[in-house]
């Protein structure tokens, strides 16, 4: 395991990393070279303590590797069901240990509203704005003068 200098709550166990290993995808070494890939181990702890901290990609520290990295091998293993498989391995395990009551479920959860949320039928704000945006057809003149005098130009 590489030196990690975070806390070791944002380190994954070693019992915990012998069964979430052989769900990761394999990544053969590149042929034609170029920089090595980040230790597995390092990116999943990096992915943990994103999502435990909520930290943004780019804030987690430069021990577990690059941000937009982790971020990126996140991405793919999400695609891959890496997680959805380990989430089903930790319910198999859970499920032998103690026993899950399948016949029984409960789902928690809160809805509030937003704090600066407004009013819920607030006035519709004016669109005004969306008009300088908006494409102009190439028989009509722009609204904006060209900088150079007071001449009007044509759109394209």
Same mark, same amino acid.
């Given at each position: 395991?590489?030196?990690?200098?975070?806390?070791?709550?944002?380190?994954?166990?070693?019992?915990?990393?012998?069964?979430?290993?052989?769900?990761?995808?394999?990544?053969?070494?590149?042929?034609?070279?170029?920089?090595?890939?980040?230790?597995?181990?390092?990116?999943?702890?990096?992915?943990?303590?994103?999502?435990?901290?909520? #930290?943004?990609?780019?804030?987690?520290?430069?021990?577990?590797?690059?941000?937009?990295?982790?971020?990126?091998?996140?991405?793919?293993?999400?695609?891959?069901?890496?997680?959805?498989?380990?989430?089903?391995?930790?319910?198999?395990?859970?499920?032998?240990?103690?026993?899950?009551?399948?016949?029984?479920?409960?789902?928690?959860?809160?809805?509030?509203? #937003?704090?600066?949320?407004?009013?819920?039928?607030?006035?519709?704000?004016?669109?005004?704005?969306?008009?300088?945006?908006?494409?102009?057809?190439?028989?009509?003149?722009?609204?904006?003068?060209?900088?150079?005098?007071?001449?009007?130009?044509?759109?394209?």
């Amino acid at each position: 395991m590489a030196d990690i200098n975070t806390s070791k709550f944002h380190q994954i166990h070693d019992a915990l990393w012998e069964r979430m290993e052989p769900l990761l995808p394999k990544y053969p070494p590149q042929p034609k070279g170029g920089r090595p890939r980040l230790p597995l181990r390092n990116v999943a702890n990096g992915i943990f303590y994103v999502l435990c901290t909520g #930290a943004q990609w780019k804030a987690m520290p430069s021990e577990f590797g690059s941000g937009s990295a982790i971020h990126a091998y996140f991405q793919e293993w999400v695609q891959l069901g890496v997680f959805a498989k380990l989430w089903r391995l930790a319910l198999e395990e859970y499920d032998e240990l103690i026993g899950i009551d399948w016949q029984w479920q409960s789902l928690d959860g809160t809805m509030t509203k #937003a704090p600066l949320g407004g009013e819920k039928n607030r006035e519709k704000p004016d669109g005004s704005w969306q008009v300088g945006r908006q494409t102009v057809a190439a028989h009509r003149w722009t609204r904006y003068p060209h900088r150079r005098g007071d001449q009007r130009r044509q759109c394209a």
